[in-house]
Structure formats: C-alpha cells, structure tokens
C-alpha cells in the first residue's frame, strides 16, 4: 500500500501565493527530541473579579467605543482601546531619513475587542450565532477606521490565543491594529496574485480552491515504475460549508495551519454578506473544533488578509482572494529557520488534514 505521503518525507515546497516563501516538510525530524509549545494553560471560569474584561468591569477598561448587546440590553462584545497601543493617533513626528536610514511616523489605531463576556470561552465553544454576530461587528468597525482617516492604508484583524502567541490577558480576545501602510506580507500576495491573473486570467486562490475539490493525481518514478505520490480529491480540505472553505496548504508553514476562504471570488472581506458571514461563522467554529479535538489547548494566532484601501489596490479585485489564516503554535522556531527565512513542518499537510478530518463533529 502507498501513502499519499511517504514516510520520512523530505522536500521544500514552495507557497504558489507567494512564492519567495518556502516550506521544508521533514517529517523524520518529528522523531527527534524537541521542546515544543505545551498546550496554554487555560482558565474556563466564566467570571473573574479581577478581570478588567468581564461583565461588571467596564469601568476598568479603556474608553469604549462600541459593543454588540444581546435582547436584555447585557453587552455579547465591546471594542475598547488598546492600553498599550503599537500605534497612536498622538503621534505627529514628521517622517526622517539620514543616510540609509529611514523612518516614518507610527500614526494609526490599536484597537482590543472583547470577544466574549465570558472569560474563558474559546472559539469553538461559542455559538454560531455569536461568531456571526462578532464578525458582522469586525466588518463594521474595520468600515469605520477606513472611512475615520485618509492616512490609513491597512487594518489587520488579529487573535492571540495562549502566551507564545502573544496573548498578555486570559480573557477571549481580538484586536485591530490601523496602519498608514499596507504590511509587506499583503503586498506580497497582491502582487503575485495580480501577476497570475494578468497571466491566467484566473484568481489564484479560486485555482487553489478548484485543485482542492476537483484534482486528483499519481506520480511515478521514471525508473521503477513505483508510485510515488498520490494527490487526492478533497486530500487537503478541512471543512466545507455552503459558501466556505477550509484548507490545509500543501506548503503549510505550521503543523496544523489552516486557511478558511470564500468558495466564491471576493476580493474584500467588507463586501461579505449577512449570509456570508452566517456560514462563515459555521465552518469557522467547526474548524477550530476540529484543531481543538486534535491538539487540544494547543496556542495560536489568526489574522484576516484583505484587499488593501486605496489607490494602488483597488485593480485587485478580480485578482484576490480575502481569507482567514489560522496558525496553532505547537513548535518554537530553531536558528535554522530564523537564519534561513525557511519554515520547518514537521508533520505533512496530509496526514494533518486526514486527522482533522477525521473528527466526528455534531451535526451543527
């Protein structure tokens, strides 16, 4: 019997978004001994006196600036301000350059959203309802900073969840950070998204998508005649809704990352309809149960790439793709890979994605 990965897989795949990024999958390498991100202690209690975050403790949090309440008037998410803000609107420094070296005013918004009133709540055990409702309230602010200044280029809708992601609070958490320039990593997909469109006519994300439900192949070594790999259909899909996806890159930089996108093109996460967000929220929950089944407690960043604002971005719009990048934290990066630029998976997105799919879900 073949494996559609064989053991001991060694090879650097290449990101087709961008391809500058490379993935070395050495699955031998997970048999090695290693320090890895033990699950985030997590603390489930529903309130927490202390907690400037939980109901009852508005008045130790920052200026509020709006929520989302549910029908009795009690408050289901709050956007504050950040306490200790990466960016400020405060800052006025006019920009520097001397010699080489350059330096631009750090001018923008850092924004906190509490996501839940309940402290220790995760994404998975929220309701569908609520995870609709909290995105329809990401759009609507993201909205607001666009429109509030000109200057602002880019907003960057995150989560941290655990310690080696950068979470600092325990309780459930987003943030929104507002940029006058758009982060290279976005720059990157556009560009290469744009350079396959005017090439292939075609969306790249949206080819992506097409592989992953309809491509099936088998390759053979040219001397033996052995079959060496075999591509399935639906191989690297996590979860299906009625107008998402969820999909485990083929050059997956993290163990069990997991990207989620429209299944029709849409370019700007702030076009997504009520009933997009709906389904949206679905195959979000049902992802993160299914990361939550497989390493559970496990740390991890989200963050949300969409069409840049402005002049320079808006001829992208047949060309990409908005999407949610999910990255669980279940390695520490050796000096190989901060040396390098190369990321290390030790697991192969193949057999990740059977585990996962493998999860027996509710039905909702």
């Known amino acids: 019997m073949v494996a559609n990965t064989p053991k001991g897989v ?8 961008v391809p500058t990024e490379s993935v070395l999958i050495a699955t031998a390498r997970n048999m ?5 991100e033990d699950p985030a202690p997590r603390d489930t209690r529903a309130h927490v006196d202390t907690c400037p975050f939980c109901r009852g403790n508005e008045d130790k949090t920052p200026p509020e600036i709006t929520r989302i309440n549910d029908d009795s008037g009690d408050w289901q998410a709050r956007i504050v301000e950040n306490l200790f803000p990466v960016l400020g609107e405060d800052s006025n420094q006019m920009g520097l350059s001397f010699g080489l070296q350059q330096a631009m005013d750090g001018y923008g918004r850092h924004e906190v959203i509490i996501d839940h009133p309940q402290h220790g709540i995760a994404i998975h055990e929220m309701s569908v309802e609520h995870l609709d409702r909290l995105f329809t309230l990401f759009q609507t602010r993201i909205g607001q900073l666009y429109e509030s200044d000109s200057r602002l280029k880019y907003v960057l809708l995150f989560k ?17 950070i507002a940029l006058p320039v758009v982060p290279q990593n976005l720059q990157d997909e556009v560009r290469n998204s744009r350079e396959f469109y005017d090439k292939h006519h075609h969306c790249i994300f949206c080819t992506l998508i097409d592989e992953a439900l309809t491509f099936e192949t088998t390759i053979y070594d040219r001397e033996s005649g052995e079959v060496v790999r ?5 191989q690297y899909v996590v979860e299906r809704g009625e107008r998402f996806i969820a999909i485990k890159p083929f050059a997956s930089r993290y163990e069990w990352e997991i990207h989620i996108l429209p299944l029709q093109h849409n370019s700007n996460f702030q076009t997504a309809s009520t009933e997009d967000l709906a389904d949206f ?13 497989v390493i559970g407690g496990a740390q991890y960043n989200f963050f949300l790439h969409s069409q840049p604002h402005g002049p320079g971005y808006d001829d992208c719009e047949a060309s990409y793709h908005w999407h949610l990048e999910i990255c669980p934290r279940t390695s520490i990066p050796s000096g190989f890979e901060l040396g390098s630029g190369l990321f ?17 879900l509710d039905t909702e």
Request: proline fraction near 6%.
């Open 10 to 17: 060694r090879e650097i795949r290449i990101n087709p978004i």
């Open 32 to 36: 090695r001994p290693q320090k890895s």
């Open 160 to 176: 941290n969840f655990g310690p080696a992601a950068g979470a600092s609070m325990a309780h459930t958490h987003s943030q929104i």
């Open 230 to 234: 075999k591509i399935d259909v639906g």
């Open 281 to 293: 929220a679905r195959v979000l929950k049902r992802t993160m149960s299914r990361l939550d089944a």
């Open 344 to 360: 290390v998976n030790t697991i192969s997105p193949e057999l990740a994605a059977e585990q996962l799919r493998a999860v027996q």
